[in-house]
């Protein structure tokens, strides 16, 4: 009779990823690093357990958007005052702070919970080149992208 074994968060061995998004599609990328910081990539992997890796998104301004979603996709929120329902449209947010759109992309892709909130915390996104994790030693992540 075989057991199930479940990962304890004591003993899972987190790696660093980093990714280029540079001409990559946002949605196909999105989806392949929301797997990464679940850790659905690992033997491993347990629902209720953080078994996730760090990833990093450089270049995140030089993403691609299909279809008509620059023009026509819109994300609202909230400023918590009345009459305080904002919009910003998606080519708009893309243009302002990439680094939050990718955040919502990754983030609508995970658990809407405590442990969807720590596994996000593992995301870092910059809009260029340049990142300050090379002491990590990050791994490259290698994406199709929809390329």
């Known amino acids: ?5 479940f990962a304890k968060d004591e003993e899972v061995k987190r790696d660093w990823y980093v990714v280029d998004a540079d001409g990559k599609v946002l949605g196909r990328l999105s ?9 659905k990539h690992k033997p491993i992997f347990t629902p209720h357990v953080d078994t996730g890796d760090f990833v990093i998104v450089v270049n995140a301004s030089k993403v691609r958007l299909t279809g ?13 005052y009345p ?8 080519g ?4 302002k702070d990439p680094e939050k759109l990718f955040m919502r992309s990754i983030g609508g892709m995970l658990p809407k919970n405590k442990l969807g909130r720590a596994m996000l915390k593992k995301l870092k ?12 030693m990050p791994k490259p ?6 390329n």
């Open 31 to 39: 989806t392949q690093v929301a797997s990464i910081l679940r850790g």
């Open 141 to 146: 992540l290698t994406t199709d992208g929809g």
């Open 92 to 95: 708009k947010l893309l243009e």
């Open 1 to 5: 009779m075989t057991k199930t074994i």
């Open 68 to 80: 008509q979603k620059r023009e026509d996709k819109v994300y609202y929120y909230h400023t918590g």
């Open 125 to 136: 996104v910059y809009s260029g080149p340049e990142h300050p994790h090379e002491a990590q």
């Open 83 to 90: 009459d305080g329902l904002k919009s910003i449209g998606m």
